[in-house]
């Protein structure tokens, strides 16, 4: 599985792939959030499942995406966010990590023809 980070660097944002040493580099967070989610769900086209990662400046991790290979030729990739795991190496120190805590406990709803099994 490979992995595309969305973080924050000094006067932007990169939206970097694991293996590749060739970061994609934005202006605003959410132009780096749009192509990162965009090149995770066209990876998974390409039958390679994508775990997506979106950091806040400081090094918190904000959100976790899988972004599953599609089943059949004409199904969509699926796009599932993982619950929000604190990440011990940065603590948060700027109350995000609660925030985001509350809104991963809410529940969710999942389609039943989203799952697949075996």
Not at 26 to 50: I, T
Not at 53 to 59: I, S
């Amino acid at each position: 599985m490979c992995t595309v980070v969305v973080e924050p660097v000094q006067g932007g944002w990169t939206v970097n792939v694991e293996g590749v040493d060739n970061p994609m580099v934005f202006r605003s967070g959410r132009a780096a959030e749009r192509a990162g989610r965009d090149l995770a769900l066209k990876m998974a086209h390409e039958s390679r499942s994508v775990r997506l990662e979106l950091r806040l400046r400081g090094g918190a991790v904000a959100a976790r995406f899988l972004v599953l290979a599609p089943t059949r030729d004409n199904d969509e990739p699926l796009l599932v966010e993982t619950p929000a795991i604190r990440d011990r190496e940065t603590p948060s120190t700027d109350g995000w990590s609660a925030e985001l805590a509350k809104e991963s406990a809410a529940p969710t709803s999942v389609c039943p023809a989203d799952i697949v099994t075996p």
